[in-house]
């Protein structure tokens, strides 16, 4: 069964940098994945951020990047601001209209 | 601009069936793939499958078995309906809008409106 994982947690100090990844239990994460990130502040339904691994969705702030290192997606921030502090979950797209999300990271901005 | 709206009882006992339903408005129901999500309290996001809007179909397999989905285009609605309900199946559930395809020069697949969400409890 797949796996798709992602870091429990991470902090960053405000403006700071944080790169939140997406991996796989068995294999590597590509582009064919299509991975796509949402940004779920608590109480909220979730935002759409990246999709097709690097392109952002409409109205989302350049600080937010999506991209590909070594095997796994990547979700970086850069300048974080005090609400950007949310969980973060990637979902790949495994194929034959398929999809699978990750466990979520849950950022803190302190 | 297109918005989801999903609607259904919040209180079930065990062993009962869950029906939701999704209104989309602002915008047709046809070319896109429309999906349930759900999220267990304090837990992360479960995909449960989708519907095209001309009645295909895929799901989780772990639900398979349990779970349907039905596309009702006059209505621009499409519902949810999960049998035999257990506390594990207590979560808020979102409806979401799946682009599926070419977008210009790249290919897409990912939700990109999602309905605020509804919770459904199961309890005796």
């Known amino acids: 069964q797949t796996v798709v994982t992602q870091e429990p947690s991470f902090s960053v100090s405000p403006g700071g940098t944080v790169t939140l990844t997406c991996g796989l239990t068995s294999g590597s994460v590509s582009t064919r994945y299509y991975t796509s990130w949402y940004q779920q502040t608590p109480g909220q339904a979730p935002r759409t951020l990246i999709y097709s691994t690097n392109s952002r969705s409409s109205g989302v702030p350049d600080r937010f990047s999506g991209s590909i290192l070594g095997n796994k997606a990547a979700l970086t921030i850069t300048g974080a601001q005090a609400d950007d502090e949310s969980d973060y979950y990637c979902v790949l797209y495994m194929g034959s209209g398929v999809w699978v999300f990750g466990g979520g990271t849950k950022v803190t901005v302190l | ?124």
């Open chain 2, 1 to 124: 601009q297109v918005q989801l709206q999903e609607s259904g009882p919040g209180l079930l006992k065990p062993s009962e069936t869950l029906s939701l339903t999704c209104v989309v408005s602002g915008g047709t129901i046809s070319t896109y793939y429309w999906t349930w999500i759900r999220q267990a309290p304090g837990k992360g996001l479960q995909w449960l499958g989708y519907i095209y809007f001309i009645g295909t179909t895929d799901y989780d397999p772990s639900l398979k078995g349990r779970i349907s989905m039905s596309v009702d285009t006059s209505k621009n609605q499409f519902s949810l309906r999960l049998t035999s309900v257990t506390a594990a199946d207590t979560a808020i559930y979102y409806c979401a809008r799946g682009r599926v395809g070419r977008d210009g020069n790249t290919l897409v697949y990912y939700f990109d409106h999602w309905g605020q969400g509804t919770l459904v409890t199961v309890s005796s």
